[in-house]
């Protein structure tokens, strides 16, 4: 099982920025697949940005450019850093482990960009 500490959400204005993190428990932690997905009400839940073990990354084409996902793998945390925020960046914000065969979700983020 994996616990999670998320952290960073909040209120912000447009083209303001804020940083997302995620602190997961469990060995598998540092093998696995680290991301960040949304869910805006209403819509699917989409991927947003993973990072694999040894560093590829891959992003929702809209958030290309603005947003940027890291990973301590020491420290078992996976960041979202998003920049040049928009009101259509407004969702809660999961953070993800994912690997062969697992798959854990925290507990959500909520992240609001409105002036």
């Known amino acids: 099982q994996v616990q999670f500490v998320e952290s960073g959400g909040g209120l912000v204005q447009p083209g303001g920025s804020l940083r997302l993190s995620c602190a997961a428990s469990?060995?598998?932690?540092?093998?696995?697949?680290m991301g960040w997905y949304r869910q805006a009400p209403e819509k699917q839940r989409e991927m947003v940005a993973i990072?694999?073990?040894?560093?590829?990354?891959n992003y929702l084409n809209s958030v290309k450019g603005r947003f940027i996902i890291s990973r301590d793998n020491a420290k078992n945390t996976v960041f979202l850093q998003m920049s040049s925020l928009k009101p259509e960046d407004t969702a809660v914000y999961y953070c993800?482990?994912?690997?062969?065969?697992?798959?854990?979700w925290g507990q959500g983020t909520q992240v609001t960009v409105s002036s």
């Open positions: 993800n482990i994912a690997g062969n065969p697992y798959n854990y």
């Open positions: 469990g060995s598998i932690v540092s093998l696995s697949v």
């Open positions: 990072i694999t073990s040894g560093g590829t990354t």
